[in-house]
């Protein structure tokens, strides 16, 4: 294990994987917490802060594999991140809990475990810290 491969990353990189930490730790942490409490409120804003933090950050990651200009495939992923949290919000805000549980549990399925899965594939800046590049 060596943490080489983010020393050396563009501040974009390094922005991006530190948020998407946040967000995976926290969602954890928001899974088990009670929910409706004060404390699940200011934990669910720092999860969607850094949610968005996530998806506005990859966009200035170029990919390997261009689609429409420097964006690719994984880009779309984050548009639908950006509006999975505006609509979660906006759920939440408006009292639909249950909507804004299924958004916040897809965001988190979704963005977190799979574009996760997606980092895992060997040759990419998680393979290589982890050291099985």
């Known amino acids: 294990m060596t943490l ?7 501040i974009a990189t390094k922005v991006h994987l530190v948020s998407v930490l946040i967000a995976a730790l926290l969602g954890i942490w928001m899974f088990v917490q009670p929910k409706g409490t004060l404390a699940h409120r200011a934990t669910g804003r720092t999860w969607m802060v850094s949610m968005v933090v996530a ?10 594999d261009p689609v429409v200009g420097p964006f690719g495939f994984i880009h779309g992923l984050s548009v639908a991140v950006l509006v999975m949290v505006a609509a979660a919000i906006w759920a939440a805000r408006a009292g639909n809990i249950r909507a804004h549980r299924r958004f916040v549990i897809g965001l988190y399925v979704g963005a ?8 895992l594939i060997p040759g990419r800046m998680i393979s290589r810290i982890l050291g099985y590049a």
């Open 4 to 10: 080489e491969p983010f020393t050396v990353a563009p």
């Open 55 to 64: 998806a506005l950050s990859s966009f200035f990651i170029v990919t390997k």
């Open 112 to 119: 977190i475990i799979g574009a996760g899965a997606g980092a």
